[in-house]
């Protein structure tokens, strides 16, 4: 197979980096990091003010990635907290000085493609996921913990705890008090308060760290990417806070830049809480980066990884589901006739497999909204959605899914529809074929009795999509919901469906 090189570059909020990477082998041929950016104090994403220094590293990137003969390079960019419009300002300001393209990333996907790479590259994930494993991943603005059981992806939290944030409330406190790691540590404590009762506590339990490269650096032997690190560091956090003592400290002044420096006190307060909830058997760190999951993933096109990531997908859609009391039986009716719908009808509504993956996604969550209220749950499903993005899916998928799930029972996708009405041209009529098929095979089971057990679909000539149902029981409640519910994909689609009865 002919080798090729491919570059990836990356921007975070203090730091951007290249890598350059053969393939298929992925032997990292080139790694380098910028100098420290200035983490913004309102928002921690300050790349506007580091525009400057942003485009002078990746002028001198573009020059490494022509002397290496690299003709393919991926620019990825973290959103962190950016909002929608200064993200459009920033990668048109970057375009124009780059000529690069920056495609951004949110969190929930760059925490995906990391957590891909953790599981199918490092060689002794199902040893440690044996039992169970939790994931603790350190950010700027946010840290993810993950819940991992058998070796399965099960759950994930997103907890205002990124290092950035803590210290610049800890510079604030500095001001008012002349000894805040107390208040620092009762605020962690009440940002881990609403999950701690969900935490499971068993003896043969793992903690895993991730994006901590000051201990990766202490504890991980070299051409490794886990170690193990000694549970009692964490013990009594606010004596051993002064860690910079030579007998004690977890780093090398030498080795460990200031931008590490200022966020391991945070950081190390996070993992001390996790860990004490947690009550792990062991701990350990990997140095598996997002870095790695980017070029792993992504910029390779990684088949193993997709899966990964849709496999977690899935699994977040199935706990938010079940945390919301979804109908399991109807939900599954829903999924397996919905995308059988999908599938025949390719030539008509012409989508790829990724929209068929977020038609999949909301038939698993379009009920959710009857946690909060029967009458006009579908609203209520909507922004429940919208509140609680799903790992591994961009902002875009998670608001399609969102607005499927509002329109596939009574309203419908109109310019009358303000929600509607004011989403992004270019997933409109994506919502609209998504929910014309979902609302279709939620009405054929109305009655939440699954009377239906097979279904044939069949274009005729005259226009109109004859849906030959098998049924277990009569179709009455079924029949009346099809005829209101079916007027949206006439409407959509140009063709008529018709409801036929065929009694086992």
Known sequence: MTKSLTAVIYLEPDQVSLRIIEQPSLKVINNVQSGALMVGTKRIANYAE?????????EGFKQLVKDYQVKKVSFYG???DLDEITAQYVADQLEVRTGLKVHWLNNNQLMAQSMSCVVTH????NKLSKHCLYLVSLGLDTMTLAFFH???FETLWELDLGGAQISHLVDRLRQTTTNPQEIIQDYIS???GYIAPELIQKKKTTLLIQNAPTLAKRYIPKGDHLGEVPAHIFDNPIDQIDLLAPAERLWDEFTVGDRQRRLLVPNYLVIARAEELINPTNVYITDISVMDGLTNGIAVQNDQSRQQIQTMIRTSADDLAQRYGVDGAHQRFVT???LQFFDQLRPIHRLGNHERLLLEIACKVDDIGNFINQRGHYRHSAYILRANPMIGLSDEDNRIIAEVARYHSAESP???QPHYRHLDDDIQLTIAKLAAILRVVDSLDDSRQQK???INLKLTNDGRLKIRASATDDLVLEKWSFSSKASLFNDVYGIKPVLVERSN
């Open 50 to 58: 580091n525009m400057a220094a942003i485009v002078n590293n990746i």
């Open 150 to 152: 058998h070796g399965n």
């Open 336 to 338: 397996k006739f919905a």
């Open 78 to 80: 973290a959103l962190e």
């Open 414 to 416: 109109t310019a009358l």
């Open 190 to 192: 009440s940002k881990f």
């Open 122 to 125: 490092l060689k002794e994930f």
């Open 452 to 454: 239906i057990k097979s």
